[in-house]
């Protein structure tokens, strides 16, 4: 069982940054793969991000490349999701997510592949 609770959210301007983290309970933290998805008003839930158990390895959707990164630390529990040039359609909740199995760049774009989430952190990008 592992519970996850995002911070960092808010109201910025377009062009500016945000910092979301993502504090997990339990002592296995570093044996899951953390993901981060969003959903805005009146659709799906999408990828955002996803980062393998050490690090190592990370993916991003298209639409946040070279903006976001994402990075984790084991020894806090914490995986973070740094947020530059945010632009208005970047606005959504956005919740991470983790999972137990081995990483994989195409199946942990889907959020079927996760077990565990997040209550949401609401980000709001006004133009």
């Known amino acids: 069982q592992v519970d996850l609770v995002e911070s960092g959210g808010g109201l910025v301007q377009a062009g500016d940054s945000l910092r979301l983290s993502c504090a997990a309970s339990?002592?296995?933290?570093?044996?899951?793969?953390m993901g981060w998805f969003r959903q805005a008003p009146g659709k799906e839930r999408e990828f955002v991000s996803a980062i393998s158990w050490s690090g190592a390895m990370t993916v991003y959707a298209d639409s946040v490349k070279a903006r976001f990164t994402i990075s984790r630390n084991n020894a806090k529990n914490t995986v973070y999701l740094q947020m530059n040039s945010l632009k208005p359609e970047d606005t959504a909740v956005y919740y991470c997510a983790a999972d137990s199995r081995t990483y994989n760049s195409g199946r942990h774009r889907s959020s079927n592949e996760y077990d565990y989430w997040g209550q949401g952190t609401q980000v709001t990008v006004s133009s």
């Open positions: 339990g002592r296995t933290f570093s044996s899951y793969v």
